[in-house]
């Protein structure tokens, strides 16, 4: 058994997984304190890491109907992430590490977003290429195996994410608000108005641009035309958004000719973002696969199955690592 700890931001998350990956039990706390500020605040989450981490393993572990006894091994999140919130799980992983004399492995947070595709297709087939897409990393990946993937293509400036909630802000929905978008958009027209789709070099990304569009927009209507037009409003951002990632997707499946095609990370639970990408991989007749949401979001699953390929393949952890705040 292996029980993974999940706390790089505003989630507090445990999960444990058997020998063959099968996900046991899947936790999750969210820190519903950052909504009255409009955004994360590190130390506020390092804080809220610190009072719900037992009880969320815990949990995970009376779910999984086992002791912390039976686990053999613990994974953790060691990075990208907010510093303090990262050091509150990987603090109580090496702890329980040493107490039991079990393995530690640090997990990198953005390839386990990758890997959750294998909770529930474990057969998928390598190599192939994944759109990651959450609010601080919008990035494809050309995936060769569980432990081989490359940076292919990333934003040089903002998130798709990002730009999700910041433009629900700006439209003023509650933090976070980028599911807000996606449920005004479906009953709204995408092509109502006119928002600017990038093209920066090569497979890469910029969103503030389009952030910078909508604001202007708005700052020119009246708060009544605004309410009034709210659906197509949505509708039309998440559209450019939506554009953005998969043209530049699009040239990559072209360039690298995959045998799938995945997408991953928060933004992935957007769906139209979903049905687009699973309209594309019908264009250029791929399987393409889309992770259940809970295992979109922030979670200890992806962790769970993260650390497990890495114990398999003898990659563990030394109890002076460190965590890290940028992708590496």
Known sequence: MLLAIESSC?????????????????????????????????????????????????????????????????????????IGALLVGLHFAKGFALAKNIPLIGVNHIQAHVLAHLIDNPDIEFPFLCLLVSGGHTQIMWVKSPLDMEIIGRTIDDAAGEAFDKGAKMLGFPYPGGHIIDKYAQQGNPERFDFPVSNVPDLNYSFSGLKTALLYFLQKQTPEYIQTNLADICASYQHAISKALLNKFSLAIQKYKPK????????????????????????FNIPAYIPAFEYCTDNAAM??????????????????????????
């Open 10 to 82: 505003d989630e507090t998350a445990a999960a444990v997984c058997d020998n063959q990956g099968k996900i046991l039990s899947n936790v999750l706390r969210t820190q519903a304190i950052h909504a009255q500020y409009g955004g994360v605040i590190p130390e506020l989450a390092s804080r809220a890491h610190q009072q719900t981490i037992i009880t969320v393993v815990k949990h995970a572990l009376e779910k999984a109907n086992i002791t912390k006894n039976e686990v053999k091994a613990i994974a953790v999140t060691q990075g990208p992430g907010l």
């Open 260 to 283: 799938a095609i995945t997408l991953a990370g928060g933004v992935a639970a957007n769906s139209y973002i979903r049905t687009q990408l699973i309209e594309l991989g019908n264009h």
């Open 303 to 328: 962790i769970a199955i993260a650390g497990l390929h890495l114990w398999k393949a003898g990659k563990v952890s030394q109890q002076d690592i460190v965590p890290y705040t940028m992708y590496q």
